[in-house]
């Protein structure tokens, strides 16, 4: 069989600005080069890797239900987990964006996580190799705890 690979992310917004941000200012992604297309909406990569745009921003007509109203969160899309590094500059960032956010560790296969919705409320995990990262294993206070079902956006 031949390989297979995600390719990107599509997430419909009602503020492509307020989504921007998120993506581009809190988690560090780029613009990239974005098909000319009927509705507007953005392309975002790994910085150096505009060529490869994984999550795809739909905004305006596109981003409506048939009724016109906008629908929120992922469906029976739990999340969307993007692999990166520095868990502690990522979750001093949230903190002081003032986001709600939620993480976990995961000793048995080397792997912390943050959990963050993004403004559409498309719940994002950002996913860390421990190996990878500085610094000691994060103590999870439980009021942080990230648990599956919560609802922890305001």
Not at 15 to 37: I, M, Q, T
Not at 43 to 63: F, M, T, V
Not at 80 to 90: H, I, M
Request: charged letters at 25%.
């Amino acid at each position: 069989m031949p390989e297979i690979s995600l390719f990107h992310v599509a997430i419909k917004t009602v503020d492509l600005e307020k989504s921007r941000r998120f993506y581009c200012d809190l988690l560090g992604l780029v613009c990239a080069p974005r098909a000319n297309l009927p509705f507007p909406g953005l392309w975002l990569s790994q910085p150096g890797r505009e060529d490869l745009a994984i999550i795809h921003l739909y905004a305006g007509d596109a981003a409506l239900e048939d009724d016109g109203t906008f629908a929120i969160g992922a469906g029976t899309i739990d999340h969307v987990s993007l692999k990166t590094e520095g868990f502690y500059e990522y979750r001093a960032r949230l903190e002081a964006s003032g986001a709600e956010w939620r993480e976990n560790v995961l000793p048995d296969i080397g792997v912390w996580q943050i959990f963050a919705y993004d403004p559409s409320r498309v719940l994002i995990e950002l996913t860390f190799i421990a190996e990878n990262e500085a610094g000691d294993v994060p103590v999870v206070s439980p009021e942080k705890q990230y648990r599956p079902r919560e609802r922890f956006f305001e």
